[in-house]
């Protein structure tokens, strides 16, 4: 049937119901008049986060002098912003799940009828193309890419609806997994202000030879010597391949590699590349002071470079999963920017000879051991958090698409 979705509860059978949406709204006209609430009740709409206090959210208030003629919003009031999004050219419309506000005229404000369970409209609207399909046809867009809509009329398109309960019950369980990419969210932000602080912590600063922090067991001064006395350049020439080939690129920030395919024809000039080895610190000298430093891993062997991403060998007294930590401090950031003279963008190439007068320090071999297994303990947790709040995104996309009728 082609007003039933893909995937249903038990229990929910038949067809769901086309209706205009003013049958499940009604516009609310009940404005501020009394100035029950002021400046610090002021909401707005966030594509991301729903109906949220403008303060907390942004920081400030934009309202004007009065707020006497601001329309109120209740608990489980609907609104619909008539500001245009990337991803929705007609607005948004979101339910307020939080305390009670006002909004400027700028926002249509709706109570829901006994036969729409308020966070379901939300539910509804959130993806996106069901979203602008239902607008378009009932919006004009001004000259300035406002919207020319009234609040009545934006209840005028058809929506396909299924009973109150089984409404409830959709938006139950899509509120469950919600709850779920927030705690991910949280949590791949908890774990990397936690990086943040252990990098401060675990390394010596302000002159010293010892960090605030440091594993039971481990005493001493760290040692201090030149870059150049702990790494060694790594070359391994090959002939420019003409029939296509995987190359390396380093994110700027620190942020690591990336792979390309170089198509045939569209290779280098030159006539030889290099090949890149696993456990290397390589750098991009066209863009070491925007950051874009890395160490290769095993995936990232036998991909080629140009001589402008020189590779670097470690010596046995200095671990490449200690470096890879080192490479984030602000100094060395810093200190590659100095190296890197001229304009801006391609004109400032990194000096070799400078970078390797860096004075890093370090521990004992076993010391870098522990903390570099710390960090990329550390790190395999942001990169879980990130990989399971994106796959619960994908999940809420999937649900959004077929737990509706395709025609809704």
Known sequence: MANTPNVRFKGFSGEWEERRLSEYLTVSTEKNKENIFD??????V????????????????FAGVSVSNYGVVHTGDVVYTKSPLRSNPYGIIKTNKGNSGIVSTLYAVYRPKENAFADFIQTYFEHHSRMNNYMQPLVNKGAKNDMKVSSENALKGIVVFPKYEEQKKISAFLAYIEHFITLHQRKYAETKELKKYMLQKMFPKNGRRIPELRFAGFTGDWEQRKLGELVEKYEDPVETPHD?????GIRSHAKGTFHSYVEAGKELEA?????????KFIVNITFAWEHAVAITDDEDAGLLVSHRFPQFSFHENLSSHFFKYVMLDRKFREHLELSSPGGAGRNRVLKIGDMLKYNILFPSISEQAKIGGYFDEIDRLITLCQRRHDQLKEVKKFMLQNMFPQKG
């Open 244 to 248: 296509g080939y995987e190359r390396l």
């Open 46 to 61: 966030s594509g991301d986060h729903g109906v949220v206090n403008q303060i907390e959210f942004q920081g400030r208030s």
């Open 271 to 279: 006539a030889k590349m290099h090949r890149v080895a696993a456990d």
């Open 39 to 44: 400046k610090t009740d002021v909401l707005s």
